[in-house]
């Protein structure tokens, strides 16, 4: 899935949110500057509320921003800065809205019978119904042990039929799931007696909208004999309606009637009964929902422990040594997994190449593009020897294969020690510096082209500057130079910026890239870093 549309189920009047794919995912909140902005009033949404995420590979995910009142799929509230994937049919809550996934801006589903007007509604709860009987109640605990076993929403849903069926002895029962706000509905499960096979199901939409409110709703014929008009029309002895809710929250409808050539009244003591069946189908419902989350964060656990694993055995030893050079690398991931890499490639006993990328994106797939990026630029440098010459093969194996929404930006240089140069490529990257044994700091930007990837026929040329004795090099990621401080607030981001690479990097001794992680995390006030953050140091 690519577009996707937010369509609001409850909640103040609001027209469905468009889900666009975006590079750097779609933030949502009540802040001017977020991509899906909610209105300024709306107290319990925080001004930088949550993240959609979208990639070709996992589809869209939904990341909580550490928001006040919280965020939640299904029911089920999602930790600060847990990023759980989503998918068509998902109820994602941000108070006081409750919105539901769709790939299309209105839901096509099973339309209501509009009887405002002509319907009377009655709500049943627990103020208002009779005890349960002991039958009913024996039947209510036989049916406990059932309902909550249930592995599926469908078989909730039968379960929850049959014991409905029983317990108010009407004869017809469908289990209905909104997709669109309270217009449009599916079918998750139904039970038609033979009477009625011949005779068309309508479904009430006061009754329903009855039943939104949480409560059970019923409408049938008054103690004098008179029926509503709807129900004369439809031609319907009684109707109940029982919500199953998440929260506050409708996530499914049981209607049941009594309709066909043989009418029934609906059995003493069936609204009370049907009161507890909504209480015990809801819980079993969040359960459900909640396992199922799990699930999902349990299978997105495993494959970046996967991924983790590998990435750790791709990445070079953190020093390496090439003649008088020394150079040391680290690559953080922001996640379990990261899509930064680094690269030190002898070429000889006096040339060795150094590359930094960094993926667009977060996640396994932004990780899979940095894995097949550092292994075919690695092969490239060994046959070219020159950044030029590797950095274009390897953009004319990457553009024809990349997702759309992900590009690489890096710096790939070579050093020669005998000739004491250094040839660099810069494709977008932009955060590599040169501090010379005078303490002259200069930014190696010179001769840069685009991010690998965005166009297949790509031609990059390296650019040379001397590189002698008592000089060093530091390459970092944006991970580093865009890492907000511990005090940065929406409006204001105080950010490491390249100032404080240059800090690091006038320290001549010791080793530069602790160094310099140490001031990140100072400046961070965590260890936990915000992206992807990696850096290299190459010195004499």
């Given at each position: 899935?690519?577009?996707?549309?937010?369509?609001?189920?409850?909640?103040?009047?609001?027209?469905?949110?468009?889900?666009?794919?975006?590079?750097?995912?779609?933030?949502?909140?009540?802040?001017?500057?977020?991509?899906?902005?909610?209105?300024?009033?709306?107290?319990?949404?925080?001004?930088?509320?949550?993240?959609?995420?979208?990639?070709?590979?996992?589809?869209?995910?939904?990341?909580?921003?550490?928001?006040?009142?919280?965020?939640?799929?299904?029911?089920?509230?999602?930790?600060?800065?847990?990023?759980?994937?989503?998918?068509?049919?998902?109820?994602?809550?941000?108070?006081?809205?409750?919105?539901?996934?769709?790939?299309?801006?209105?839901?096509?589903?099973?339309?209501?019978?509009?009887?405002?007007?002509?319907?009377?509604?009655?709500?049943?709860?627990?103020?208002?119904?009779?005890?349960?009987?002991?039958?009913?109640?024996?039947?209510?605990?036989?049916?406990?042990a059932r309902i909550h076993a249930s592995t599926s929403e469908s078989e909730l849903a039968e379960n929850v039929i049959g014991a409905a069926l029983r317990g108010t002895?009407?004869?017809?029962?469908?289990?209905?799931?909104?997709?669109?706000?309270?217009?449009?509905?599916?079918?998750?499960?139904?039970?038609?007696?033979?009477?009625?096979?011949?005779?068309?199901?309508?479904?009430?939409?006061?009754?329903?909208?009855?039943?939104?409110?949480?409560?059970?709703?019923?409408?049938?014929?008054?103690?004098?004999?008179?029926?509503?008009?709807?129900?004369?029309?439809?031609n319907v002895s009684a109707a109940i309606c029982v919500p199953l809710m998440l929260g506050d929250n409708p996530a499914a409808f049981l209607y049941l009637d009594s309709?066909?050539?043989?009418?029934?009244?609906?059995?003493?003591?069936?609204?009370?009964?049907?009161?507890?069946?909504?209480?015990?189908?809801?819980?079993?419902?969040?359960?459900?929902?909640?396992?199922?989350?799990?699930?999902?964060?349990?299978?997105?656990?495993?494959?970046?422990?996967?991924?983790?694993?590998?990435?750790?055995?791709?990445?070079?030893?953190?020093?390496?040594?090439?003649?008088?050079?020394?150079?040391?690398?680290?690559?953080?991931?922001?996640?379990?997994?990261?899509?930064?890499?680094?690269?030190?490639?002898?070429?000889?006993?006096?040339?060795?190449?150094?590359?930094?990328?960094?993926?667009?994106?977060?996640?396994?797939?932004?990780?899979?593009?940095?894995?097949?990026?550092?292994?075919?630029?690695?092969?490239?440098?060994?046959?070219?020897?020159?950044?030029?010459?590797?950095?274009?093969?390897?953009?004319?194996?990457?553009?024809?294969?990349?997702?759309?929404?992900?590009?690489?930006?890096?710096?790939?240089?070579?050093?020669?020690?005998?000739?004491?140069?250094?040839?660099?490529?810069?494709?977008?990257?932009?955060?590599?510096?040169?501090?010379?044994?005078?303490?002259?700091?200069?930014?190696?930007?010179?001769?840069?082209?685009?991010?690998?990837?965005i166009m297949d026929d790509g031609e990059y040329t390296a650019f040379e500057v001397p590189f002698n004795p008592g000089d060093h090099i530091v390459v970092a990621s944006?991970?580093?130079?865009?890492?907000?401080?511990?005090?940065?607030?929406?409006?204001?981001?105080?950010?490491?910026?390249?100032?404080?690479?240059?800090?690091?990097?006038?320290?001549?001794?010791?080793?530069?890239?602790?160094?310099?992680?140490?001031?990140?995390?100072?400046?961070?006030?965590?260890?936990?870093?915000?992206?992807?953050?990696?850096?290299?140091?190459?010195?004499?």
């Open positions: 899935m690519s577009s996707a549309w937010l369509i609001p189920m409850s909640g103040p009047t609001l027209e469905p949110i468009a889900l666009v794919p975006s590079t750097d995912g779609l933030t949502i909140g009540r802040h001017e500057k977020c991509e899906l902005r909610l209105p300024a009033d709306a107290e319990q949404v925080s001004r930088q509320h949550a993240r959609f995420i979208h990639d070709d590979v996992d589809g869209w995910r939904l990341q909580d921003l550490g928001s006040r009142w919280g965020t939640f799929i299904n029911g089920v509230r999602l930790g600060a800065k847990q990023e759980i994937p989503i998918k068509p049919g998902d109820m994602v809550g941000i108070s006081p809205w409750a919105f539901t996934l769709s790939s299309t801006p209105r839901a096509r589903g099973l339309q209501l019978r509009d009887d405002a007007g002509q319907t009377i509604v009655r709500a049943v709860n627990d103020k208002n119904s009779q005890p349960l009987a002991e039958n009913l109640l024996q039947l209510l605990l036989e049916s406990a002895g009407l004869t017809n029962a469908v289990m209905l799931k909104p997709l669109d706000g309270l217009r449009a509905f599916t079918i998750i499960s139904s039970h038609v007696s033979k009477e009625a096979e011949d005779s068309p199901a309508q479904f009430s939409r006061s009754l329903i909208n009855g039943a939104a409110t949480g409560n059970v709703a019923e409408i049938s014929a008054g103690s004098g004999g008179e029926f509503s008009q709807s129900l004369v029309q439809m309709r066909g050539s043989v009418l029934q009244a609906m059995r003493p003591n069936g609204s009370a009964f049907c009161v507890a069946l909504s209480k015990m189908a809801s819980l079993a419902l969040a359960n459900l929902k909640r396992v199922e989350i799990e699930k999902r964060q349990s299978h997105i656990d495993a494959e970046l422990s996967a991924a983790a694993a590998a990435q750790k055995w791709i990445m070079p030893r953190r020093e390496s040594v090439c003649g008088p050079l020394k150079a040391i690398g680290e690559s953080r991931a922001g996640q379990s997994v990261g899509g930064d890499f680094f690269d030190i490639i002898p070429l000889s006993d006096c040339r060795f190449a150094v590359a930094l990328g960094d993926v667009s994106g977060k996640g396994v797939s932004a990780s899979v593009l940095m894995t097949a990026t550092q292994g075919f630029l690695h092969a490239a440098l060994q046959q070219y020897g020159e950044p030029g010459q590797a950095v274009t093969a390897l953009n004319r194996f990457i553009a024809p294969r990349r997702p759309a929404s992900r590009f690489v930006t890096m710096w790939v240089g070579v050093i020669d020690c005998q000739k004491r140069t250094l040839s660099y490529v810069d494709a977008a990257h932009s955060y590599a510096l040169l501090r010379q044994a005078d303490g002259t700091i200069r930014e190696l930007s010179e001769g840069g082209g685009l991010p690998i990837g944006d991970g580093i130079i865009e890492q907000p401080s511990a005090d940065s607030s929406p409006d204001s981001r105080v950010q490491f910026e390249v100032e404080g690479v240059k800090a690091a990097l006038s320290e001549a001794s010791g080793d530069l890239v602790k160094k310099l992680f140490d001031r990140v995390i100072a400046h961070a006030g965590t260890e936990h870093l915000a992206d992807d953050a990696t850096a290299v140091w190459v010195g004499w």
